[in-house]
């Protein structure tokens, strides 16, 4: 079932014994925002139960920690392999070559300080009123960016995990998941869902535009790094409109 591929890809989650082959997590792409909504809803559950006995910050660095190790560091690891070859190649071989070596460099240590720094400065700055709908959309959506600059940027290499998802990402795959993305965003927010929604479409049309000046288009660690700088930004963004009061929760209040 491809809905167990995307869940099993995206997730530390082992639901079968034979793992899934790159074609299969391709061609589950459009599952992508509805297992970022599972990841959400995971973390909502923490939260509601480490509140009743931490202090607001302490559970605010630990849903940072969670949603790291939901996925396994996942994206994390793209986003050091994206931040060394983005920032340390002179030119686009150099940068794509940088993306293979394993090893992280000073730029990868920056980039993943910073990002999880604004995660946290996210999450402390959210009110209540629109915690519970952060918290379930956030990974959601970021994973919704993600899929859009898979469908929409053409693939830096000629060979790659990543050239199997760019090849599967349209249309069924894109179109299921900006359903889910719009749907959720809307249930959850009204009117301002639109906003959020637009702001996760401009988060991947920012990484997909600096991605192709950079290498030429996407790679598997640029995926990543979409994922990881777009939940920073979505919860800071969330926040912002919240706290300028531009944003209600709608459908659970």
């Not at 599972?38 to 009743?52: E, H, K, M, S, T």
């Not at 915690?131 to 994973?143: K, Q």
């Not at 479409?201 to 030429?216: H, I, K, N, Y």
Request: hydrophobic share 60%.
């Amino acid at each position: 079932m491809r809905f167990l591929d995307a869940v099993e890809f995206l997730t530390r989650v082992r639901l079968r014994r034979t793992p899934s082959t790159l074609k299969e997590v391709a061609a589950a792409q459009g599952w992508f925002p509805l297992v970022g909504l599972l990841i959400g809803a995971a973390l909502l559950g923490f939260d509601r139960l480490a509140q009743r006995a931490l202090p607001a910050a302490s559970v605010d660095v630990m849903l940072v920690v969670l949603l790291a190790g939901v996925t396994g560091g996942l994206h994390l690891d793209g986003l050091a392999d994206a931040a060394d070859g983005l920032l340390g190649g002179r030119d686009r071989p150099g940068r794509l070559a940088i993306m293979r070596d394993p090893h992280a460099g000073s730029f990868a240590i920056v980039a993943i300080t910073g990002v999880l720094a604004m995660k946290w400065a996210g999450l402390a700055a959210l009110p209540a009123s629109v915690r519970f709908e952060a918290l379930l959309l956030t990974p959601c959506l970021a994973r919704f960016a993600m899929l859009l600059t898979s469908a929409a940027y053409p693939y830096a290499r000629p060979e790659g995990m990543g050239a199997a998802f760019h090849a599967r990402a349209w249309p069924v795959a894109t179109v299921a998941g900006v359903a889910t993305a719009l749907v959720a965003a809307v249930a959850l927010l009204g009117a301002g869902g639109l906003l959020v929604v637009t702001f996760a479409g401009a988060c991947a049309v920012a990484a997909g535009t600096l991605a192709r000046r950079a290498v030429g288009g996407m790679t598997g660690d640029l995926y990543g790094a979409t994922v990881e700088a777009s939940e920073a930004l979505l919860l800071l963004f969330i926040a912002a409109l919240a706290n300028r009061g531009w944003l209600d929760a709608w459908l659970l209040r």
